[in-house]
C-alpha cells in the first residue's frame, strides 16, 4: 500500500494552459444586451431590423474553438424572416484560422467559400491583421453572389455588411483564458495573453448597394 502511494505521488500533477474563449456577456452588450430567456438582441441597422442569437462554441483538436452565430433579418409580422449563419473557427492563441457563411432569402441559399487566414505562400496571417484580411473576403464573396441574385430589398441587400458588424464584434469578444488543464506529463504551451480586436464603428451605418456616397 505504502509503495503504491509513493508512485502516485511521484506522478506528474496536471496543470494548467490558456485557451481561447468568447466572452458571450460582452459580445451581447455591444450588440445591444441579451434579452431574457430568448438568448437573443434585436438591433437595427440603416432603416432594417436584425436579431443576432448566442453563439454555439465548441472545441477543436488543436486547442482552438469553432463558433457558429445564428443572425436574422427581421422582416414583419407579414413576411418570412431571412436567416444567416456565420461560422468561425480560432486557433489556441485567438487568431482566426477560417470562416464562412451562408444566408436563406426567398427560398435560396447563398454559401460563401470557406476563407482562410492564409498567405500567398502558405503561411497563416494572426492577429488582427488575420480576421480583418478574413472578414473582408467573406463580405467580399458573399456580397458577388447576393448581387447575381438580383435582389433590390435593402435590408437583405445589407446582410453581408450585417454579418460582417457581428463578426467584428465577435472578435472583439475573444478571451484568452488560464483554466484549461493539461494532462499530466504534456508540456503546455505558452499562449498570448490577450488579443487585440480589429477597429470596428459601432455606429455603423450601412448603406444599400449602389447608392452614391455623400461627398464631404
Known amino acids: 500500500m505504502k509503495s503504491l502511494l509513493f508512485a502516485i505521488l511521484l506522478l506528474p500533477a496536471p496543470c494548467l ?20 430567456k430568448t438568448s437573443t438582441v434585436e438591433y437595427s441597422l440603416s432603416g432594417a431590423d436584425y436579431r443576432t442569437y448566442k ?3 465548441t472545441p477543436t483538436p488543436d486547442g482552438g474553438i469553432f463558433v457558429s452565430l445564428r443572425i436574422d433579418h427581421c422582416r414583419g409580422w407579414l413576411a ?28 435560396r ?15 497563416r496571417i494572426t492577429g ?15 456580397s458577388s453572389k447576393l448581387l447575381r441574385e438580383k435582389i433590390v430589398e ?10 460582417r458588424h457581428n463578426y467584428n464584434l465577435l472578435y472583439q469578444a475573444v ?9 499530466a506529463g504534456e508540456t503546455p504551451v505558452e499562449q498570448p495573453q490577450e488579443v487585440t480586436p480589429p477597429k470596428t464603428d459601432k455606429n455603423l451605418e450601412i448603406r444599400p448597394y449602389g447608392e452614391k456616397a455623400k461627398k464631404d
Open 109 to 123: 441559399t447563398i454559401a460563401s467559400e470557406l476563407v482562410r487566414s492564409t498567405a500567398n505562400a502558405g503561411a
Open 55 to 57: 453563439p454555439e462554441i
Open 128 to 142: 488582427a491583421e488575420g480576421a480583418v484580411r478574413v472578414g473582408t473576403d467573406l463580405v467580399a464573396d458573399l
Open 17 to 36: 494552459q490558456a485557451g481561447v474563449d468568447i466572452d458571450i456577456d460582452a459580445l451581447g452588450e455591444s450588440l445591444g444586451g441579451w434579452k431574457g
Open 175 to 183: 478571451r484568452i483564458r488560464s483554466d484549461k488543464v493539461i494532462p
Open 154 to 163: 435593402a435590408g437583405r441587400v445589407n446582410f453581408p455588411a450585417v454579418l
Open 80 to 107: 418570412s424572416d431571412d436567416h444567416a449563419v456565420l461560422e468561425v473557427s480560432l486557433g489556441n492563441d485567438g487568431s482566426v484560422v477560417s470562416a464562412q457563411s451562408n444566408l436563406a432569402i426567398q427560398g
